[in-house]
């Protein structure tokens, strides 16, 4: 498996190629200068189409405070951000923005000084940009995977998350050899990631590797990558000179953002995991790392702003502390209004191509737990996992406080989805994460002559279980086409087949998925 950071996922604004500023030229550099030209250069932030562009420009102020060490972080807090609150035009607003969306992995002080000076401009009537809202939307958890090759060399871990309507994925690579250390951070939308993952396992099969796939939970992925960070934080620690960490380290004009900046990033969907746990049989040390000197790590960053072209400049090509309250759920249907009328849904398996879907009516107030066992049915999902349905009226599955889901068993579909063209997000099994869009497509009279729920339509076969997500069951019906794949016979004993022919993932058996709903009934 070769490991490279891909130019295709990054990309920059041109830089000119002198600067007159008094970093380049030898000169002294002006305090009140360097904070005018960070803020100033912020203002272009209110062109992003992707929040993920302005985060990423707060991971780069981050990131080199982050290098000084807990008197910079202190300092950071303490007087540069009141002083770019100070400023106080929409620059500064999307700056503090910024800077507080990038520090809720774990570095609270100035999170929370940061978007508590953001706010008190908003009050003051400055305008927010319109990706500042989404950014205030909670990151949930998606998949996650490590691919590792056999021989023990380097492994990949990766993790999908979402965020309001958007999908992306951290890749992080890690070697081995070095320590289990990380080597390398990719973000990517999700929709690449099945690409991304053929090409590492081209990779590996070039260099005759054979490339596996092991499926993690939340937990267990963000043990992985605090380790893999630990590691690569030491040994850039034993490397650093006396000078410390040159601003070069942090960006480059033809790549992008270097791993630092980019590990801000990953440590804020750290943060939204629940606490890691230790996979069985993984053992791993820990690490400490030094600080860097706040005042040199202020001024290499002006120096770097000032070259990139500003903190806009730097943004990507694909794609916690805030969390937007959630409308007031309706009322039930009292029974004085009569019998509920039956939805017609469409429940789509989200990034599967060829598309796979079912069509189903169900009574209106039927219950989301209710509906949940239905959708297993009518998919034939075997159960046992964990789900969610995200609605504008909140997250309800089984209750847990820490992720913030309500208990579904007493919310009906109707009072989250009360009308036709309403849309509602169902997620099955947290470490597949095979995610449903359902969409009320009509409300029909009930018929008494039919018993619901029941299946009028759907298309192609569902995955199997426990197959690792989207991209997962994607290499799984490549093997089975492919006699002579290495994992052919072994993927083959796992769906308990004889031969390829009995898999058919074309396939769509409506009597089958009625026979799996009359079981509820």
């Known amino acids: 498996m070769k490991s490279g950071r891909r130019a295709d996922l990054v990309m920059v604004g041109e830089v000119e190629e002198s600067c007159d500023c008094p970093a380049c030229a030898g000169g002294e550099l002006d305090p009140e200068q360097m904070l005018a030209e960070l803020v100033d250069g912020a203002a272009d932030l209110a062109g992003c189409e992707d929040p993920l562009e302005a985060e990423l420009a707060g991971a780069l102020l981050v990131a080199m405070a982050l290098a000084g060490g807990d008197d910079a972080v202190s300092a950071f807090a303490q007087a540069f951000i009141p002083a770019i609150e100070a400023r106080g035009n929409d620059a500064a607003l999307m700056m503090l923005t910024a800077i507080g969306a990038a520090a809720r992995g774990g570095f609270e002080q100035v999170a929370q000084a940061a978007l508590a000076a953001a706010g008190r401009l908003a009050e003051s009537g400055v305008p927010v940009p319109a990706w500042a809202r989404e950014l205030e939307q909670p990151l949930r958890a998606g998949s996650f995977t490590r691919l590792y090759d056999t021989e023990g060399t380097m492994s990949v871990l990766v993790g999908v998350f979402h965020r309001a309507a958007r999908e992306h994925a951290v890749m992080v690579v890690v070697d081995h050899d070095d320590c289990g250390a990380a080597q390398d951070i990719f973000i990517l939308d999700a929709a690449d990631l099945t690409a991304a993952l053929k090409d590492i396992r081209a990779g590996g099969r070039r260099d005759g590797l054979t490339i596996k796939t092991q499926t993690l939970s939340a ?46 990033l990953v440590r804020v969907r750290l943060a939204a995991l629940p606490q890691p746990r230790q996979p069985k049989g993984v053992v791993v040390s820990g690490h400490s790392v030094d600080g860097q000197d706040a005042m040199r790590i202020l001024q290499q960053l002006a120096d770097m702003v000032a070259r990139s072209g500003g903190p806009s400049a730097v943004g990507l090509d694909v ?11 309706p009322a039930k249907r009292k029974k004085a209004a009569g019998p509920a009328p039956v939805y017609q849904l469409k429940v789509s398996l989200r990034g599967a191509k060829p598309p796979i879907w079912r069509r189903l009516l169900v009574p209106a107030d039927i219950s ?25 009226y909140g997250d309800f599955g089984r209750a847990d406080r820490e992720l913030g889901h309500r208990a579904d068993g007493s919310v009906t579909l109707e ?3 009360p009308v036709v063209k309403d849309k509602i997000r169902y997620t099955y099994d947290f470490g597949d994460d095979w995610v449903h869009d359902i969409v009320v497509e009509k409300v029909l009279d009930p018929d008494a002559s039919m018993v619901y729920p029941r ?18 069951y994607e290499e799984l019906v490549e093997v089975l086409a492919d006699p002579a794949h290495p994992e052919h016979e072994e993927r083959l004993q796992w769906l308990g ?20 709903l009359g079981a509820l009934r």
């Open 497 to 516: 087949l004889a031969d390829a022919s009995q898999f058919a993932p074309d396939a769509f058996d409506l009597e089958a998925v009625n026979s799996r």
């Open 455 to 472: 299946c009028i339509g759907g298309k192609r076969a569902a995955p199997p279980d426990d197959c690792g997500g989207i991209w997962g």
């Open 219 to 264: 937990p267990e992925f963000r043990w992985y990558v605090e380790q893999a960070m630990q590691a690569r934080a030491v040994h850039d620690s034993e490397n650093d000179d006396d000078d410390g960490q040159d601003a070069s380290e942090l960006f480059d004009e033809q790549e992008g953002p270097k791993y630092p900046v980019l590990a801000v």
């Open 319 to 329: 794609l916690g502390a805030g969390r937007a309250r959630p409308a007031k759920l």
């Open 415 to 417: 009072q989250v989805a």
């Open 368 to 392: 989301l737990a209710r509906l949940h066992d239905t959708i297993l049915a009518a998919f034939g999902w075997h159960g046992g996992h964990m789900h969610v349905f995200e609605t504008a």
